[in-house]
């Protein structure tokens, strides 16, 4: 079943096409990755279909429900929540708060604490540091902060934009393992990457964005495997 139906969406800044109607799905219980180069217009798509970026045709079906015109916010209540490109974490709060924050939506407390124990214990160093202010972290623990303040809510639909971007190699692997992890305890995953290889190494299904389109698509393994997307994306 179809855990994210984008139609035909099309996006515009000012008199640009950012994205040209571009269609895919992420089934529930999948990795789905989207890949491209800089500019090809992934994190727009992933802004858009969370609400932040307006559409100017197409649609968006979530977990059943159309959310083409619904606002952010509401849309995070519904389950599909973000880690954004470059982190984002609020650099003045301390740990704890940035995971306080990601919890808005959450009224029941024991679920909260739950939800805390869980989050320090898949991250023993943000345990470690709950109440240093996050702005002091390195690289590798804001992005481990990012994707867990994005836990907080139990997302039906995690989505990752770039979450290897400007950490070391040692501290990719670890985020991807974390991403494998997720996946096996039933979190539906749509990732933005741009480290091809890394990426359609841990899909079911991937899709290649070019210049606001949607290229190919295929299985992970398919398109690892494919003369075209290897030339482009994997050096090769």
Sequence with gaps: MAMLEVKDLQVYYGVICA????????????????IGAN???????????VGIIPKKGGSVVFDGKDITKMPCHKIVQLGMTQVPEGRRIFQELSVYENLMMGAYTVRN???FKEDLESVFERFPRLAERRNQIAGTLSGGEQQMLAMSRAL?????????DEPSM???PILVDQVFEII???????TTILLVEQNASKALEI???AYVLETGKITLSGTGAELASSDEVRKAYLGG
């Design 152 to 160: 907080m809510i139990r997302p039906k639909l995690l989505m990752l």
């Design 203 to 205: 899909s079911d299904r």
């Design 166 to 168: 400007g950490l070391a």
């Design 180 to 186: 494998k992890e997720l996946h096996k305890q039933g």
């Design 39 to 49: 500019g090809a217009g992934k994190t727009t798509m992933m802004q858009s279909v």
């Design 19 to 34: 994205l040209k109607g571009i269609s895919f799905e992420v089934n529930e219980g999948e990795i789905v990755s989207l």
């Design 109 to 111: 407390q024991q679920q």
